[in-house]
T-cell receptor, first 113, second 110 residues
Framework: EAQVTQNPRYLITVTGKKLTVTCSQN?????MSWYRQDPGLGLRQIYY???????DKGDVPEGYKVSRKEKRNFPLILESPSPNQTSLYFC????????????FGAGTRLSVL | QKEVEQDPGPLSVPEGAIVSLNCTYS??????FMWYRQYSRKGPELLMY????GNKEDGRFTAQVDKSSKYISLFIRDSQPSDSATYLC??????????FGTGTSLTVIP
């Protein structure tokens, strides 16, 4: 089954404790992206990657890091989480030649205390 | 000013009604226009994808883009209770970034 898998689905942590949210896709997609979704603000793009070792900032990259060492994986790293990073996070992927047709994961709900 | 504006609703309609959802945008460089549907506790799923201006129809769904007015619409005909969800518009230009509206919550009452 074609899918984008995020882990964990739910995470509660404390300020300053480094965490990683994993994202994996099994569709051989070139384009991958991370978003956060907040009430009243909608989905905002954090980082995206056009292919292995190619990443770029989206609209709200501050406080986040990403890496793309393998085509299928695109982890999101919060090195020193803060309460304002409490949010619902989505990973998405698409074929590079049709990046507008994105497939989303089920989401990761993060709470930073 | 936000790149994309979308009326958050909520919108409540009886089953069988025609639903109109809209977004406006400010960036004239946007060329690609998408509508996503998001059920509660799920990720968004692509519903409609349109390039440039014009209409696109898929079953009960019609997407319209008016680039001169910077306005896009999604029409749902014969709405069903299963259409109850949040609808997100999204846009992009020639680059690799995407901009989403805040979403409109729709409830279709049987």
């Amino acid at each position: 089954e074609a899918q984008v898998t995020q882990n964990p689905r739910y995470l509660i942590t404390v300020t300053g404790k480094k965490l990683t949210v994993t994202c994996s896709q099994n569709m051989n997609h070139e384009y991958m992206s991370w978003y956060r979704q907040d009430p009243g603000l909608g989905l905002r793009q954090i980082y995206y990657s056009m292919n292995v070792e190619v990443t770029d900032k989206g609209d709200v990259p501050e406080g986040y890091k990403v890496s793309r060492k393998e085509k299928r994986n695109f982890p999101l790293i919060l090195e020193s989480p803060s309460p304002n990073q409490t949010s619902l996070y989505f990973c998405a992927s698409s074929i590079g030649s049709a990046k507008n047709i994105q497939y989303f994961g089920a989401g990761t709900r993060l709470s930073v205390l | 000013q936000k790149e994309v504006e979308q009326d958050p609703g909520p919108l409540s309609v009886p089953e069988g009604a025609i639903v109109s959802l809209n977004c406006t945008y400010s960036n004239s460089a946007f060329q690609y226009f998408m509508w996503y549907r998001q059920y509660s506790r799920k990720g968004p799923e692509l519903l409609m994808y349109t390039y440039s201006s014009g209409n696109k129809e898929d079953g009960r769904f019609t997407a319209q883009v008016d680039k001169s007015s910077k306005y896009i619409s999604l029409f749902i005909r014969d709405s069903q209770p299963s259409d109850s969800a949040t609808y997100l518009c999204a846009m992009s230009g020639a680059g690799n970034q995407f901009y989403f509206g805040t979403g409109t919550s729709l409830t279709v009452i049987p």
